[in-house]
């Protein structure tokens, strides 16, 4: 039987993290996200059945940042035969911040998984690589995923991120020079920079994430991944989803997830429910301080873990 958590639940999270806000700082390397509001918390929950309930600032949009590469990867996931992917880019935790070149180095130009950035570029090379239209294929499926066809990507922070791409470029060149990026960089950099610049709300991310938590199928009833696939992927985001705190995530919280510098996580409970939390503030690993201990508030409520 699934179990999901009544709405009062919700709002009792909300009340017990507010006051961790001001603990953390925003991200600040570019200008569109540093004047955000800090002041913010959200929290939705889909359950498998399709509703969503949520508390707080769950209705404000923001933008999504590296929450972005789970839709990219489940995308090439349905283009490329696994072995096209997982040829060019590794399943293992990095141990690094999540924009470094260090291991890309270390590794021959193979990024240790898809959701640091370096493997999210390589992701982001294949799909430009079997796309005509590669933004527009990304929106439509967000939009598609949760039932919310008034999605957009902000331009604004686009350009800002397109403004300040030394360390991405950086990045994505070190890839050529070991032949693991074959399309001309800046256009690839300009399609990463549109999925990460799409803004959602809390409800529109647990929505449109419901397939993680139901064997790939998503809130229309469409199969997106197949239940293996979404197993896969599950696996993915629990040991490589928050970066550099993806252990202190598993020992609090035990829920596969994954993070954006926006200040939003995602979070499933497979058979259960999808959630998404956002606060804009920071912790020192680029996630979310206040949106983590909501959701090991949440799971500590419901008594619940994947593990
Ligand atoms: N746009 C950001 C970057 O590529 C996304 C990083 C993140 O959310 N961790 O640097």
């Known amino acids: 039987m699934e179990l999901v958590p009544e709405l009062a639940l919700l709002e009792q999270v909300v009340d017990k993290v507010r006051p961790l806000l001001g603990q953390g ?16 918390i959200g929290i939705a929950v889909t359950s498998i059945d399709g509703t969503t309930i949520g508390a707080g600032d769950y209705l404000e949009p923001f933008s999504i940042q590296s929450i972005c590469k789970v839709f990219s990867l489940t995308l090439a996931l349905t283009l490329y035969e696994e072995q096209d992917i997982w040829s060019r880019v590794g399943k293992e935790p ?23 950035n370096a493997g999210a570029l390589v992701i982001a090379d294949l799909l430009q690589a079997r796309l005509g239209a590669p933004k527009h294929r990304m929106l439509e499926l967000i939009r598609g995923l949760s039932a919310n066809p008034s999605l957009i990507s902000d331009k604004v922070v686009a350009t800002s991120e397109y403004d300040h791409s030394a360390r991405n470029a950086a990045i994505a060149y070190l890839m ?7 399309n001309d960089v800046d256009t690839v950099l ?4 549109h999925y990460c610049s799409i803004r959602m709300n809390c409800a529109d991310l647990s929505k449109a994430i419901l397939y993680l938590a139901n064997k790939g199928t998503c809130l229309d009833g469409s199969r997106l991944l ?12 629990a040991t490589s989803g928050l970066y550099d705190g993806v252990g202190e995530f598993a020992y609090r919280v035990g829920m596969p997830g994954k993070s954006g510098v926006g200040g939003g996580i995602i979070a499933v409970i497979p058979g259960d429910m999808a959630v998404c939390v956002w606060s804009p503030e920071l912790d020192s690993n680029g996630n979310s301080l ?9 799971c500590q409520k419901m008594g619940r873990s994947i593990f």
């Open 25 to 40: 700082k925003v991200a600040d390397y570019i200008p569109a996200l540093a004047n955000i509001n800090p002041n913010k």
């Open 94 to 116: 990095s141990g690094q911040s999540f924009n470094s070149l260090v291991q890309v180095e270390l590794e021959h130009g193979l990024p240790r998984n898809p959701f640091i």
């Open 176 to 182: 050529k020079s070991f032949g693991n990026f074959n």
């Open 190 to 193: 300009q399609s990463y920079f």
């Open 226 to 237: 197949s239940p293996v696939q979404t197993r896969q992927m599950n696996a993915l985001l």
């Open 290 to 298: 206040a949106g983590i201990a909501a959701l090991e508030d949440l």
